[in-house]
């Protein structure tokens, strides 16, 4: 690569992407100890795109300098592009290269560790034999016990095959491991439940149905994830209904209810009534079907679902039949065309897939003090930036942009109600009650076009969230128990 076209790689990743810790990169390197020389190489990483962060020195004699640099690119290539600009600095050696993601990621992001102390020989009869003949015993008698007296009752299954993880599609349960890890590590640290990572190599719906129903007594709830459509569907449809402990896919109702929240919110910005929303809905999967859904339970009545720029006909022999269903149930106007035609005069844009797929000009064809939720993720419908002053309320996928739209913000508080309520199931009442609760977070007196959903490093979102599902799960008999949550 030569100096040329390590600029022009450098600037044209800089301009279409910030730099982010997803791609934080240590370069240690050694230099003589010229005056300016560690200025040049900041300078270098900063004028090719990166975002420096530590500088650490390593060792250094009378001739040289050892130093680890730490930076953020925005991908991949812009990181290899930003090593190649530093390599290319006369005087400079690169000695290693190291990518902080995957140092953070060695040996796994979990542990298990004892709650019980096992010192003595009384220990070890306690709990283990001949004592926990007693605590197995009383379980068979009782099968309600297993809440108290095991880990069951605060203990979730992270499950998945792999075939839809985040935006890399179907790359199989041994790949999906890291990102189970990674939500099992957001239930512990946000609502204090103990997530296990379970990934499944099946090959179909009753194949994965039977593997959930097999491991299921050892769980409070079951947390689906990464999983396509339509088995994701079916297969949620059938452990709810089979299964005697509450099951839901994250990537459908968690993103749903976080949805909802800032519509909710939003909408108190712009002085809009549900009924009267004329909605637009990108992308007819998991999130965008469960999204349609809940939207109808809140009171929206106009809801046009497109897929691939089309609006969808109800009559299209390829719809999944949870598709099928809900276009059935949507588009009162009859709208047809593409997604385009369907914006005309809208009031709401939500996207959840389809790179660049919109234009300025389509966004000030909708109707005034538009709100535009765009979800596509790395790269969303439309840039934010080219629709400021065109759109009222904008909110994206990106953590880099006002509003994010995560729905880390819903599936920790929402399952630690679950625990807490030993709920047997879940309904609409129960998602729409977190809605709200993520929404009512932020203040009336706070609430602006640029904070529209709390943070989610915010801790009352999970105590608000479970606070609200025990509440709604006790309300509409979904609970075995009425307490509040213990997430404090």
């Known amino acids: 690569m030569n100096e040329q076209t390590v600029q022009e790689a450098t600037k044209q990743a800089a301009h279409l992407m910030r730099p982010s810790p997803s ?5 240690r390197i050694e230099y003589g100890n010229a005056v300016g020389m560690m200025g040049r190489i900041t300078s270098v990483i900063g004028e090719a795109g990166g975002d420096v962060g530590a500088i650490d020195i390593v060792s250094g004699t009378r001739e040289t300098t050892t130093r680890d640099i730490t930076f953020s690119a925005a991908d991949y290539e812009h ?6 600009a530093v390599r290319n600095v006369e005087g400079v050696d690169i000695v290693q290269v190291s990518d902080r993601v995957f140092l953070l990621h060695i040996g796994g992001k ?10 003595t020989r009384d220990d070890l009869s306690m709990a283990y034999t001949p004592g926990v003949a007693r605590i197995a015993q009383a379980i068979a008698e009782e099968p309600g016990d297993a809440y108290n007296l095991t880990i069951k009752k605060n203990c979730v299954a992270v499950i998945s095959d792999g075939s839809a993880l985040l935006g890399l599609g179907n790359i199989g349960p041994l790949a999906a491991l890291p990102v189970m890890e990674s939500k099992a590590l957001l239930f512990k640290e946000f609502a204090g439940i103990n997530a296990f990572p379970l990934c499944l190599d099946v090959q179909s719906d009753d194949e994965f149905v039977a593997a959930v129903k097999a491991i299921a007594p050892t769980f409070g709830a079951i947390h689906l994830e990464d999983i396509a459509p339509p088995r994701c569907f079916e297969v949620e449809r059938r452990l709810g209904e089979e299964l005697d402990i509450p099951v839901m896919h994250n990537d459908q109702h968690g993103t749903a209810i976080v949805v909802l929240a800032a519509l909710i919110n939003a909408l108190r910005i712009v002085h809009k009534q549900p009924a009267a929303l004329k909605v637009v809905i990108h992308k007819a999967e998991a999130a965008g079907v469960a999204t349609a859904r809940l939207l109808r339970h809140y009171g929206v009545r106009d809801i046009v679902i497109c897929e691939s720029h089309v609006v ?12 099928a269903e809900l276009v059935h149930q949507t588009n009162p106007r009859g709208v047809t065309g593409g997604v385009r035609e369907a914006l005309e005069g809208a009031d709401v844009f939500m996207g959840f897939g389809g790179k660049h797929l919109l234009l300025p000009g389509d966004i000030s064809g909708m109707a005034k003090d538009s709100i535009v939720f765009e979800m596509a993720y790395p790269y969303p419908e439309i840039e934010p930036d080219s629709i400021a002053g065109l759109a009222r309320v904008i909110a994206t996928g990106k953590s880099d942009f006002p509003n994010q739209i995560n729905n880390m913000l819903c599936f920790p508080g929402f399952f630690r109600g679950l625990l807490d309520a030993r709920a047997k199931g879940i309904n609409d009442e129960m998602r729409l009650a977190a809605a709200h609760a993520i929404a009512d977070v932020v203040g009336r007196e706070e609430l602006s076009e640029d904070y529209l959903i709390p943070s989610v490093f915010d801790r009352r979102v999970a105590r608000a969230v479970a606070n609200a599902v025990v509440e709604s799960a006790t309300r509409t008999g979904m609970a075995q128990r009425a307490f509040k949550t213990s997430l404090r």
């Open 23 to 27: 791609y934080s990169m240590t370069l």
């Open 79 to 84: 990181g290899q592009a930003i090593i190649a």
């Open 312 to 323: 969808l006909d109800a009559e299209r022999p390829d719809l999944a039949p949870a598709v």
């Open 110 to 119: 979990l542990d298990i560790t004892p709650k019980v102390p096992l010192k």
